[in-house]
């Protein structure tokens, strides 16, 4: 079970629901140290001073905002704590909205709301009445001095916090380079209606329930890397060559129709 990394309370109009909030993630990324090939030793990285070249104790680092070319003004947690008087132990809910006005973009870091004893009833109502309404709850959080907007999303008995990206923090896709949208630039494109039709009937072969268990969606490649590990332990030091992908012919016609009907064929039968 993990530990709550911060505890509050929901406020939802004039109700209160002491809650928990809990990392909903599990980092499985591999973890490699960096060694000394001589003897396998650790290698540590050191905090220099820039100027003496000397170690810096930890006790002297602190943080440091830029604001002019080698001009920095020093700033604390509590400063950052101190600068924004509205940073309460409280998430305010804002709004309900569609959970499909919110772009996918947007969504940040995922966490388990769970209820104190004494917000369990209040807990419930939250939930049920977001699930009713077929909305999720839009509030503001701040979590380790930062303030994040975040969406409440009701999740079976569960009440999710996901934290949300602001949109001044995403970048503009005005600024890619990407294909019109509607008929004429399906005809600017020279996209046939052969062409449209078999795509569909592609993506409708591979339409199913979103199984996130599934096999096929498993992280393959964290087992094989963990299964390598495990060989090289037990003695059995073997490299199996990667192929490199073979490179496109230059100034090749590509015959999309073929293609799209050599997948629709082979996604009918994997389905079968």
């Known amino acids: 079970m993990p530990h709550a990394i911060w505890t509050g309370t929901i406020s939802f109009g004039l109700v209160t629901i002491p809650v928990q909030l809990l990392p909903a993630v599990q980092p499985r ?76 973009e947007l969504f940040d870091a995922p966490y388990y709301l769970q209820p104190e004893k004494a917000g369990r009833k209040a807990y419930l109502l939250l939930r049920e009445a977001l699930k009713h309404a077929k909305r999720v709850a839009l509030a503001k959080i701040v979590i380790r001095t930062r303030q994040h907007l975040a969406a409440i999303v009701p999740d079976g008995d569960l009440l999710l916090l996901a934290v949300l990206r602001y949109p001044d923090e995403l970048r503009d896709a005005a600024e890619l380079d990407l294909p019109g949208s509607g008929a004429e630039a399906l005809k600017a494109a020279n996209v046939t209606q052969a062409e449209l039709d078999l795509a569909e009937q592609l993506v409708a072969t591979i339409s199913r329930s979103f199984d996130p268990a599934a096999p096929e969606y498993r992280d393959t490649y964290r087992d094989d890397v963990m299964a390598l590990i495990e060989r090289k332990a037990a003695g059995a030091v073997t490299a199996t060559p990667v192929s490199e992908p073979a490179a496109a012919a230059g100034g090749e016609v590509v015959d999309i129709v073929a293609l799209l009907k050599r997948s629709l064929d082979e996604a009918k039968r994997a389905r079968a």
């Open 29 to 104: 990324e591999l973890a490699f140290h960096l060694l000394d090939d001589r003897d396998l030793s650790p290698i540590h990285n050191k905090r220099v001073n820039e100027h003496t070249g000397e170690e810096v104790a930890w006790e002297h680092v602190a943080k440091g905002f830029e604001v002019d070319k080698g001009r920095f003004v020093l700033v604390t947690d509590d400063d950052l704590r101190a600068a924004n008087v509205e940073a309460t132990q409280t998430i305010d809910v804002l709004a309900a909205v569609c959970a499909d006005e919110i772009h996918p």
